[in-house]
């Protein structure tokens, strides 16, 4: 564009239908703030700079909200202004004007819109071409409660009439307008000066910028829309769960459009970025949060949760597998086959075909090629060596009440079932920890290391008998 752009988000509101402590617009939506939403919207249409409005918890708005990567590696430039107190959405903008520069066009959006898309918003820019007012404008069945378009027989627009102040006729109007315009800046300045409350509400309406536009002679367009989910607002917990499956379905369809194939675009959660390769498969119920990438091939079983995870082509993960990333991250290597019914931390690293059986639990720990640890076992804080076979109910034992310790274990050994190798110790490579065994001193390569009592057998022993009477 040859006019730069500066993004107002008002986000002053209380949201008392939403019956919580939590500020609206930092309800989550697909694992993101509502006002997160829109701030990396205006990302994606090139926005030189974001102000957030502010008003009703506005520290922890300003505290919950980020500004995003530009493509060129920059961070947008994000700043706040507080609205105290509310008089309307006029007076929410005339709270960031001190803020904008008079060379641009201001895009005005609303905190609690997360939907709309950046084609939208960029078509609406081009519409204002930094000359007009643009405003995005709906046809809906019913209208109620939206501020009216109306135009003139030429079909120019002439005003925006809210509903508590439109007569009978022009509630009759369908067409409303979206909350969202785009206005030339120094214009909008202009404007806002000139507000009042003279209206059923007693608030400065934003909207009266249009009857100033018509009388100044600038002229004022109309991007009309249908599809209504862009333009969708949150009002209560009802409305949200409402534009989070719709959000979900979005999403769905672009991952199957890129040839993901899921079981039932339905039940699908995706709650953050989730990159996928070539043919991979994923079945139902399945959540996924932070950044999650999956190679090609991949097939995630039902029922998973996969948070913060790489996961290497043609590796499967079988049906409720958790997988929790946060910052460290989990890497799967290629081919690995990991669950039913496992469990993968932060600072998990496995290797190529490296198998994690039901009820293993591994912790910042890894897993070199061809590993196995197939039931009930722990692994934490450990360097696993190639082709380690680690038996059934063996733990680390990693923690000794204050500090963590390390425990390594080399190349092709062998432990046994229920064998606690007790840290910091180290089990040579090609070596065997007998069954039961709990390793305490590090062992050397190839040999058997066995720690326990000595069976003992009585013969003919009766067990205690319970007392009669």
């Known amino acids: 564009?040859?006019?730069?752009?500066?993004?107002?988000?008002?986000?002053?509101?209380?949201?008392?239908?939403m019956k919580s402590s939590r500020p609206k617009v930092l309800h989550r939506l697909g694992g993101r703030a509502l006002a997160q939403h829109v701030i990396d919207t205006a990302a994606r249409v090139s926005a030189r700079s974001v102000v957030v409005i502010t008003g009703h918890g506005a520290e922890q708005v300003e505290a919950g909200l980020v500004a995003p990567a530009l493509e060129s590696g920059e961070a947008l430039k994000l700043q706040f202004v507080r609205q105290e107190p509310q008089l309307g959405t006029g007076h929410a903008v005339q709270q960031a004007v001190p803020v904008l520069p008079d060379d641009g066009v201001t895009l005005v959006l609303s905190g609690d819109v997360p939907l709309t898309r950046p084609e939208t918003l960029q078509a609406l820019l081009n519409l204002s071409g930094g000359?007009?007012?643009?405003?995005?404008?709906?046809?809906?069945?019913?209208?109620?409660?939206?501020?009216?378009?109306?135009?003139?027989?030429?079909?120019?627009?002439?005003?925006?009439?809210?509903?508590?102040?439109?007569?009978?006729?022009?509630?009759?109007i369908t067409e409303i307008y979206s909350g969202i315009m785009a206005v030339p800046t120094q214009l909008l300045r202009g404007w806002l000066a000139r507000l009042d409350n003279r209206n059923a509400q007693g608030e400065y309406y934003l909207t009266d910028v249009v009857k100033f536009a018509v009388a100044d002679g600038v002229a004022v367009q109309a991007h009309r829309i249908t599809d209504a989910l862009q333009v969708a607002g949150v009002?209560?917990?009802?409305?949200?769960?409402?534009?989070?499956?719709?959000?979900?379905?979005?999403?769905?369809?672009a991952l199957m459009e890129q040839g993901v194939r899921l079981a039932d675009p339905a039940r699908l959660d995706v709650r953050g970025a989730l990159v996928c390769g070539q043919d991979v498969e994923i079945d139902v119920n399945c959540v996924f949060e932070g950044r999650v990438e999956l190679g090609a091939g991949v097939r995630i079983g039902?029922?998973?949760?996969?948070?913060?995870?790489?996961?290497?082509?043609g590796a499967v993960i079988h049906p409720f597998t958790h997988?929790?990333?946060?910052?460290?991250?989990?890497?799967?290597?290629?081919?690995?086959?990991?669950?039913?019914?496992?469990?993968?931390?932060?600072?998990?690293?496995?290797?190529?075909?490296?198998?994690?059986?039901?009820?293993?639990?591994?912790?910042?720990?890894?897993?070199?090629?061809?590993?196995?640890?197939?039931?009930?076992?722990?692994?934490?804080?450990?360097?696993?060596?190639?082709?380690?076979?680690y038996g059934a109910g063996s733990i680390t034992a990693n923690y000794d009440g204050a500090n963590k310790h390390r425990t390594v274990i080399e190349a092709d050994v062998h432990v046994g079932s229920n064998c606690v190798l007790v840290a910091p110790v180290t089990i040579g490579a090609g070596g065997t920890v007998g069954g039961g065994s709990t390793i305490t001193r590090d062992t050397p390569p190839g040999a058997l290391s066995v720690a326990r009592g000595r069976q003992a057998v009585i013969p003919n022993w009766q067990r205690p008998a319970k007392k009669k009477g």
């Open 235 to 253: 009002n209560s917990p009802a409305q949200l769960a409402e534009l989070e499956r719709a959000h979900q379905r979005r999403v769905a369809e």
């Open 1 to 17: 564009m040859s006019f730069p752009v500066d993004v107002v988000v008002m986000a002053a509101g209380k949201g008392t239908r």
């Open 302 to 313: 039902a029922n998973c949760v996969i948070a913060n995870a790489v996961i290497g082509a």
């Open 131 to 172: 000359q007009r007012l643009a405003l995005l404008t709906l046809d809906m069945p019913d209208p109620t409660g939206y501020g009216r378009i109306e135009r003139a027989t030429d079909g120019s627009v002439t005003a925006i009439v809210e509903h508590k102040d439109a007569s009978e006729a022009q509630r009759a």
């Open 323 to 389: 997988i929790e990333g946060e910052k460290a991250g989990v890497s799967v290597g290629e081919g690995a086959l990991i669950g039913p019914f496992a469990r993968l931390r932060p600072g998990a690293r496995l290797g190529r075909e490296v198998h994690i059986g039901n009820f293993v639990e591994v912790k910042n720990s890894t897993l070199a090629d061809g590993a196995k640890a197939n039931h009930l076992a722990y692994l934490g804080d450990a360097s696993v060596g190639e082709r380690v076979n």
